[in-house]
């Protein structure tokens, strides 16, 4: 398999999960209409160190600005960040740049990680398959149009809540399975 193969097929994934799970199991009722849409920019960073993956994330950030009919990115680390310890490191340096950047208030993080796990959670509880994905991801989300949707959603605090319940009733080897396939197809 090729270097861009490999990349398209990154992305795949990443789709895939997008629309089966996110989408699928309305994990997030905002993300339909952003992925018919083709609104979501799918960006794949290489980087294995956090300075060149804040050196992305800034070059997103931008984009983002310059460019409105981007609704939302999902910057996608294909080769490094695999230890979720060092992902939720990247993940507080990426909050620190959102602000010293000034997108406080503009922009929001929302992290999904292979081997993400809630604090106080067993590692293997079905709740943590709601923020798991194929591979680490930052998701940049507009604060704007977050704030346009969830003022039309009926009770947008129970999402959270709601979407533990979901992941609880499928189980957690319903997510490894899915999650297995879409790696396995995308090879």
Request: proline share 4%.
């Amino acid at each position: 398999m090729t270097n861009t193969q490999r990349c398209d097929a990154d992305i795949l994934k990443t789709q895939q999960w997008l629309e089966e799970i996110i989408i699928g199991l309305n994990f997030c009722p905002f993300a339909k209409k952003e992925f018919v849409n083709s609104t979501i920019h799918y960006q794949l960073c290489d980087a294995k160190k956090i300075a060149p993956a804040l050196d992305e994330l800034t070059k997103q950030f931008e984009k983002l600005v310059l460019q409105p009919e981007i609704e939302t990115t999902l910057l996608i680390f294909n080769h490094g960040f695999k230890g979720f310890e060092g992902y939720l490191d990247l993940l507080d340096y990426s909050n620190d740049l959102l602000i010293e950047l000034g997108f406080e208030g503009i922009f929001q993080l929302a992290s999904f990680h292979p081997d993400y796990y809630f604090e106080g959670e067993a590692f293997d509880d079905a709740s943590n398959y709601t923020n798991r994905s194929p591979l680490p991801t930052i998701h940049l989300i507009r604060e704007a149009s977050m704030e346009k949707v969830l003022s039309v959603y009926k009770n947008p605090d129970k999402i959270p809540e709601n979407n533990i319940m979901l992941a609880q009733d499928k189980g957690a080897e319903f997510f490894k399975k899915t999650l297995q396939r879409i790696h396995n197809k995308h090879q």
